[in-house]
């Protein structure tokens, strides 16, 4: 993945990507000699209000960049910045809310049963969305409606795209700067998938939030996006195509 797009106005920058460059380590922590970039010479501003549609082949390296944005790979301070801050060195970023990750499984750690455990145990939804502290109780509701939520579901009955909305839903709780979606979408109905899309845009719109979706799904997307990365595989090239 490598390109050299480049987006920026007036508005205050929210991401700066510069002259990314990032390869998957080897089995020794290093990148294997002689091993050709996954991301090179990658460059993108985007600002407060800003939707940003992630696109590409299978493989292309999306999620690798949103996992990059979210601090979950190293790379070096100044070639990504995130509010002004390397997600990476700092972690208040998001145990602030101020940058939210969404990814496409919902796992967490467990201590013997080992990690990345699918959360689907015996737990109702208002349990889990009414146990997150200092939560504004109107934006909570306001999600709840959205993603049209069942308090009393128990997600180790639920299906699959009700499970994801209660996901949705515990994540987007704070009130997000910088959000990063990862195919999130990928299991949710055409209804509550276009409400979901309506929510955000007036998160970017009304409380100036900077999003990135990465999808393959693009049913009613067409006037979503102020700004779309997409990957062209045949040309290895990222280009930037700026909308807003
Ligand atoms: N932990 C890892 N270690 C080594 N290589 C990896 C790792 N994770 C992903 N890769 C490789 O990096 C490349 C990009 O993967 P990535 O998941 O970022 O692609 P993607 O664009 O999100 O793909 P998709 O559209 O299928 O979700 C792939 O070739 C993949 O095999």
Redesign the pocket.
């Known amino acids: 993945?490598a390109g050299k797009g480049t987006h920026s106005d007036s508005k205050a920058a929210t991401i700066v990507i510069k002259d990314l460059r990032f390869t998957?380590?080897g089995i020794d922590g290093h990148p294997p000699p002689g091993s050709t970039p996954?991301i090179q010479d990658f460059n993108l501003t985007l600002s407060s209000g800003h939707r940003c549609l992630l696109v590409?082949?299978?493989?292309?390296?999306?999620?690798?960049?949103?996992?990059i944005l979210g601090g979950k790979h190293l790379v070096e301070p100044d070639m990504v910045r995130v509010l002004g801050r390397s997600a990476f060195h700092d972690t208040t970023l998001i145990s602030s809310g101020d940058l939210c990750y969404l990814g496409?499984e919902w796992r967490r750690d467990v201590a013997f049963a080992g990690f990345e455990v699918p959360i689907q145990m015996d737990i109702s939804a208002q349990k889990m969305i009414f146990g997150v502290p200092g939560i504004d109780p109107q934006r909570r509701a306001e999600l709840i409606k959205v993603l049209d939520i069942d308090l009393s579901w128990r997600l180790h009955k639920v299906s699959d795209g009700q499970r994801r909305r209660v996901q949705i839903c515990m994540g987007l709780l704070k009130p997000f700067k910088v959000l990063l979606l990862?195919?999130i979408t990928v299991d949710l109905d055409v209804l509550a998938r276009a409400d979901l899309l309506r929510f955000l845009r007036k998160e970017c719109d009304e409380r100036g939030a900077t999003i990135i979706y990465?999808t393959?799904i693009f049913d009613g997307l067409e006037d979503w996006p102020t700004n779309i990365v997409c990957?062209c595989s045949i040309l290895n090239s990222f280009y930037v195509n700026v909308l807003a």
């Open positions: 993945m998957y380590p996954l590409g082949s299978n493989g292309a390296g999306k999620t690798t960049l949103l996992k496409g990862d195919e990465a393959h990957q």
